[in-house]
């Protein structure tokens, strides 16, 4: 079955006209979906709106979200608070901004898992952040713990922000540009990372980036977004050798790789 269906939806902030319409996908296991897009396409809209979390009085106004084949929409504010961090988690677009300065790693954690299992104790809390920051490749998770972010390097935050997504092993992670605030040789590392959740944990991924390379790379289907429509939509090969839209075309013309087909 699939595990989250996105059928036709449109999404509208307040009484502003939609700013995005007509998005369908569906995730099964493991599947990585690659949104791209301009800025302002609508891209992170789309993937607030799976996790109910729009801004702004933001609402899907037309077609339904379907998370392991239940409406979404029927949700109560509890049955939320289960699927946010467990069922579906979210790498924020501006995630290194959310980790306090000012608060060790260690604190933010152990307060966030706490948000999902209240009944767990301090020390087995403790002891799921130290195993989760060592999944993600990050060495010393007790010296981790006790760190502020600016003891970290960019690679080692993005590394600790997706850590925390990772946490209760959700089967949908929605990753709203996780390589985009750090330096290309990281990006490389967070690339790979990501692909490995897909293969350790069978995540499925929706994968939300300016990089169309990125995209391209670990895409198994693309959409391809424009003033908050879809563009271009199918399985990468489809969407990079025969993209049905001129503005998927110049998109990718842009890139040089992607015509010496390095990624295809
Ligand atoms: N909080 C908000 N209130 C009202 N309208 C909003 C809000 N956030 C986004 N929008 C509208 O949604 C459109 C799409 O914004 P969105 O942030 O989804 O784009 P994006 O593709 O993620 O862009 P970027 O690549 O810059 O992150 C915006 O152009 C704006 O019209
Ligand atoms: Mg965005």
Redesign the pocket.
């Known amino acids: 079955m699939d595990i989250l269906n996105v059928q036709n939806i449109s999404i509208q902030?307040?009484n502003?006209p939609p700013?995005?319409t007509g998005v369908s996908f569906d995730m099964t296991e493991g599947k990585i979906v690659g949104i791209v897009?301009?800025?302002?396409?609508?891209?992170?809209?789309?993937v607030r709106a799976i996790l109910g979390l729009l801004?702004?009085g933001?609402r899907i106004s037309e077609g339904r979200v379907l998370f392991n084949g239940e409406d979404m929409a029927t949700y109560s504010e509890s049955r939320w608070r289960d699927v946010r961090g467990s069922g579906i988690s979210m790498i924020f677009?501006d995630s290194g901004a959310m980790i306090n300065p000012i608060r060790t790693i260690g604190s933010q954690y152990y307060e966030y898992i706490k948000i999902h299992r209240p009944d767990m104790s301090k020390a087995d809390a403790y002891a799921l952040a130290v195993d989760t920051l060592t999944k993600m490749r990050l060495p010393d998770g007790d010296n981790i713990m006790k760190s502020y972010t600016y003891q970290l390097s960019g690679g080692m935050r993005q590394r600790v922000g997706i850590a925390l997504a990772m946490t209760f092993e959700p089967k949908l992670l929605l990753a709203?540009?996780p390589t985009s605030a750090i330096d290309v040789t990281i990006q490389a590392q967070i690339v790979r990372q990501m692909m490995e959740l897909r293969e350790r944990f069978s995540t499925s991924i929706v994968l939300?980036t300016?990089n169309i390379g990125v995209a391209a790379y670990m895409s198994d289907e693309m959409i391809v977004?424009q003033y908050?429509k879809v563009m271009d939509r199918g399985d990468r090969d489809t969407v990079l050798n025969h993209a049905k839209s001129e503005y998927t075309r110049q998109l990718l013309q842009a890139v040089p790789e992607i015509g010496g087909k390095r990624y295809v």
């Open positions: 902030y307040g502003d700013c995005v897009g301009e800025s302002g396409s609508g891209k992170t809209t789309v801004p702004g933001g677009q709203d540009e939300v300016h977004m908050g």
